[in-house]
């Protein structure tokens, strides 16, 4: 059983009210659910937004490529560059400021994804 199959199962749980299931134990049941949904996203967390990147400038981000591989860095500025029929956003690093990565390539996290540890 995975957590949103376990998160199905509380709830279907609470909404019949099964024998198991009384009055009493609702309350419990509703905050294992939302522990169940806390872990889920820090297992899988959404990449960060544009927005939210811009909020992390001089904090460390965990960059993930499309191959799956992923370092912590720590972000040191970000450029919206626009021309003629073209824009891109820039993202920038300390340890390769000289190199940007395009913010549309690459995924940016405020926590290591659980899959990265495999």
Same mark, same amino acid.
């Given at each position: 059983?995975?957590?949103?199959?376990?998160?199905?199962?509380?709830?279907?749980?609470?909404?019949?009210?099964?024998?198991?299931?009384?009055?009493?134990? $609702? +309350?419990?049941?509703?905050?294992?659910?939302?522990?169940?949904?806390? +872990?889920?996203?820090?297992?899988?967390?959404?990449?960060?937004?544009?927005?939210?990147?811009?909020?992390? $400038?001089? +904090?460390? $981000?965990?960059?993930?490529?499309?191959?799956?591989?992923?370092?912590?860095?720590?972000?040191?500025?970000?450029?919206? +560059?626009?021309?003629?029929?073209?824009?891109?956003?820039? $993202?920038? !690093?300390?340890?390769?400021?000289?190199?940007?990565?395009? !913010?549309?390539?690459?995924?940016? !996290?405020?926590?290591?994804?659980?899959?990265?540890?495999?």
């Amino acid at each position: 059983m995975n957590i949103e199959q376990a998160i199905a199962y509380l709830e279907e749980c609470i909404q019949r009210q099964n024998s198991w299931c009384d009055y009493t134990g $609702v +309350k419990e049941m509703r905050l294992a659910i939302e522990a169940l949904r806390e +872990k889920a996203e820090r297992e899988n967390p959404k990449p960060l937004t544009l927005e939210q990147l811009k909020e992390r $400038v001089g +904090k460390p $981000v965990y960059r993930r490529w499309r191959n799956g591989n992923g370092i912590w860095e720590v972000l040191e500025r970000i450029e919206e +560059k626009m021309e003629i029929g073209n824009s891109e956003i820039l $993202v920038f !690093f300390q340890h390769d400021n000289w190199f940007p990565e395009r !913010f549309d390539r690459v995924e940016f !996290f405020d926590h290591e994804p659980k899959e990265a540890h495999k």
